[in-house]
């Protein structure tokens, strides 16, 4: 079932396509040949489907671009902030698991630091805070009986309060509920698409998001919609 999600619109649409197809040679050798920051994502892969030269962002991980290329990730409890800004023409993902912890090595997995790493690796792309806009995703209630320990919402509450602190206003949101969902935002445009996969083996999902495993939920997982939002 399609829905339409706030601050977008109702159809899906494919971006305008680059780097797998039009006869333009693929960028991925030189993408994957430079090199990485701590907790930077590096997964490149050519997307079929949309024909895009793109980056899986595992748990724990960011990136950002300045390049028509796609940043993806799949999501459980964990939040996906998608940061853009529009006169810099440059965005960026990030993946956290829970909301605080301490930095350094893996402190990617917290909401506090992974924040931190988007908007600093932002601000050096040339963005600026006052042009920023969030789009925010994940959150989901995965597991049943793991409601007391909400996750889920705890991330969705950290991530929201942190972008209203930093002002940076959230454009369009897909959070919580039970459904886990794979992202794809494309950092040039600022556009993101959801889809919301079959809720068919929820502590699968949540193994293998914990294992930062993206690659085994994605082909364990299917169905749902994508939306253009």
Not at 148 to 167: H, I, P
């Amino acid at each position: 079932m399609n829905v339409t999600l706030p601050g977008g619109a109702s159809s899906f649409s494919s971006p305008q396509r680059h780097g797998v197809s039009g006869g333009r040679v693929s960028r991925l050798a030189e993408l994957k040949s430079m090199p990485r920051g701590p907790g930077e994502a590096s997964f490149f892969y050519s997307d079929h489907h949309f024909q895009y030269d793109a980056v899986k962002v595992l748990p724990g991980e960011y990136f950002v671009s300045s390049e028509d290329m796609m940043v993806m990730t799949v999501l459980g409890s964990c939040i996906a902030a998608c940061i853009w800004d529009g006169r810099a023409r440059a965005g960026g993902m990030n993946h956290f698991m829970l909301p605080d912890g301490e930095g350094g090595e893996g402190g990617g997995r917290y909401g506090s630091y992974a924040m931190e790493l988007l908007i600093n690796k932002l601000l050096k792309c040339g963005a600026r805070r006052e042009t920023m806009q969030a789009k925010v995703f994940g959150g989901a209630q995965v597991m049943a009986g793991f409601t007391s320990m909400n996750v889920g919402e705890r991330n969705t509450k950290f991530v929201l309060e942190y972008l209203s602190t930093e002002r940076i206003p959230v454009v369009s949101q897909d959070v919580l509920d039970i459904h886990p969902r794979k992202v794809c935002f494309f950092p040039v445009s600022g556009k993101a698409l959801v889809k919301r996969l079959a809720h068919a083996h929820p502590e699968s999902l949540a193994v293998e998001e914990r294992k930062g495993n993206v690659v085994s939920v994605v082909r364990s997982t299917a169905g749902g919609s994508i939306d253009l939002f």
